[in-house]
């Protein structure tokens, strides 16, 4: 009776410990390698719009942390990360797939760019009129009225009279 005890009292020790090597530490859960492909999937607790690697409430999402811990364990089985994403998807569907952002973000400033030169150019021209600069053509100085040159002549010749 004592040996039967001692039996199923080391193969519960056994159990538990072989339980205790093969759960997995924060650490592990918090991997890049588990960043990686948490990166790629949203967050599905509803009070957030995080990817898996949401810290909300210390890393005790409801959601994320038993994610990351399946992640983990298919990563150790050998699953590839585009395994992991699509087993995801194929249990929770499409809305759960965080597809990576858009690579042509540095175009955006050189669009917005080309597009004030443009606008500039369209409101200098639209200023000085539609046509493009004529040169005017030398026909000699402006006809004066004979009077009105006289009346402009005298008016001269007063105001330099009174400086003498």
Not at 65 to 72: F, L
Request: aromatic share 8%; glycine share 6%.
């Amino acid at each position: 009776m004592y040996r039967i005890k001692l039996s199923v009292l080391l193969s519960v020790l056994f159990l538990v410990g072989a339980i205790g090597i093969r759960a997995q530490t924060e650490a592990q859960i918090e991997s890049d390698e588990v960043k990686r492909v948490g990166s790629h999937l949203n967050c599905q607790c509803g009070s957030c719009n995080e990817n898996l690697n949401c810290m909300m409430s210390a890393g005790q999402c409801h959601f994320c942390k038993p994610a990351r811990t399946k992640i983990y364990g298919m990563q150790t089985s050998g699953m590839s990360d585009s395994a992991i994403i699509a087993s995801f998807v194929m249990e929770y569907g499409q809305k759960i797939f965080r597809p990576d952002p858009n690579s042509y973000f540095w175009v955006i400033p050189y669009v917005a760019l080309a597009l004030g030169a443009l606008a500039m150019v369209y409101a200098v021209r639209r200023m000085m009129g539609h046509h493009p600069m004529k040169p005017v053509p030398a026909s000699g100085p402006p006809e004066i009225d004979d009077a009105e040159y006289a009346r402009y002549r005298d008016a001269i010749e007063k105001d330099t009279d009174k400086l003498d």
